[in-house]
């Protein structure tokens, strides 16, 4: 082998190496976030019996006037997200909530 058969040779056996490294990468992530999809499933429903929540969500009906946002209705109001991008850091993200009443939210997560 000559000097370039054995450079391509190299490069070849770092492309396949970090290739195979990044899958792992990729993997681990995926099953990360699987993980950490799980445990907010079973964190939220607690979360939203924290005083930390409730907070949130006074703010989120007195923004919105006690108001169900779809169909101005009064009762049975529910905080709704846009986004759960800042899931448990809503505090500083009051814009991905909105107030909508039960049947409105039902609704919500009900389209396609
Ligand atoms: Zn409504
Ligand atoms: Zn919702």
Same mark, same amino acid.
């Given at each position: 082998m000559n000097k370039k058969q054995i450079q391509e040779a190299l490069n070849d056996k770092i492309v396949k190496e970090l290739t195979q490294r990044n899958l792992i990468l990729v993997n681990q992530v995926k099953e990360l976030t699987a993980l950490l999809k799980k445990d907010i499933n079973k964190s939220y429903p607690s979360y939203l019996k924290t005083k930390h929540w409730k907070r949130i969500r006074n703010k989120v009906l007195k923004r919105d006037k006690?108001? /169900?946002? =779809? /169909? *101005? *209705?009064?009762?049975s109001l529910q905080i709704h997200h846009l986004?759960? =991008?800042h899931l448990f850091n809503e505090e500083n993200h009051l814009e991905d909530l909105i107030t909508l009443c039960s049947k409105c939210h039902k609704n919500k997560h009900h389209e396609p």
């Open positions: 006690f108001k /169900c946002k =779809e /169909c *101005n *209705n009064r009762k986004t759960y =991008e």
